[in-house]
């Protein structure tokens, strides 16, 4: 299963704004937002694997919960645009 926080992880390890994550999935961006949120609810499973779809395209690979906690790390040959700790604002989410 993919939680709310892998995805967020997943999007600022490749430098994706909420806007680019929903236009490479092909799912509206309040998709997105919901997802990120952790709202529960009716988050259609095929919007949630066309999300994991499109990050994984971008280089991401899953962790499942292994005895820790879920995560993401970018693969190896993944391409990502750097965003420094100076970077990350909340402008990075529109």
Do not use: C, H
């Not at 929903?22 to 694997?49: F, H, K, Q, Y």
């Amino acid at each position: 299963m993919t939680e709310s926080a892998q995805v967020r992880a997943a999007r600022a390890l490749i430098g994706w704004s909420q806007a680019e994550l929903a236009e490479a999935a092909g799912v509206p961006l309040s998709t997105v937002e919901r997802i990120e949120s952790g709202e529960p609810g009716s988050i259609p499973a095929e919007a949630v694997d066309k999300l994991r779809a499109a990050l994984e395209s971008a280089g991401v690979t899953f962790i499942a919960k292994n005895g820790g906690g879920a995560g993401v790390r970018l693969s190896k040959g993944g391409e990502a645009k750097y965003l420094g700790w100076d970077d990350l604002t909340a402008a990075n989410d529109e």
